[in-house]
Nanobody
Framework: QVQLVESGGGLVQTGGSLRLSCAAS?????????MGWFRQAPGKEREFVAGISRSGGNAYESDSVKGRFTISRDNAKNTVYLQMNSLSPEDTAVYFC?????????????????WGQGTQVTVSS
């Protein structure tokens, strides 16, 4: 059983930056899991944001954040990150860290086996 704990959320002004972190524990070797980030805004469906492969060699960001957000991981620290730049009010959401046994780079919520509790990101205009 993998436990995922997100941190780094908060309130930021439009154009600002935040760095989310997700610390994983339990569940064996961290590098056995593809990792990712989803987000959910009030009244909206959960949305895939970014994913990264087990080794970190492959990463993918959704079109809505590409060029502004970057996912990375440090397998020695059992941690995955989401660097968010040029934030806008449309990025306001609860951000969830996720882990998957799947090989490759899953992008669908059903492909992820473990979810964190989420961290709130609020971008003011």
């Amino acid at each position: 059983q993998v436990q995922l704990v997100e941190s780094g959320g908060g309130l930021v002004q439009t154009g600002g930056s935040l760095r989310l972190s997700c610390a994983a524990s339990g569940g064996g070797i961290f590098s056995r899991y593809a990792m990712g980030w989803f987000r959910q805004a009030p009244g909206k469906e959960r949305e895939f944001v970014a994913g990264i492969s087990r080794s970190g060699g492959n990463a993918y960001e959704s079109d809505s954040v590409k060029g502004r957000f970057t996912i990375s991981r440090d397998n020695a620290k059992n941690t995955v990150y989401l660097q968010m730049n040029s934030l806008s009010p449309e990025d306001t959401a609860v951000y969830f860290c996720v882990a998957s046994y799947t090989m490759g780079l899953p992008t669908k919520a059903v492909e992820y086996d473990y979810w964190g509790q989420g961290t709130q990101v609020t971008v003011s205009s």
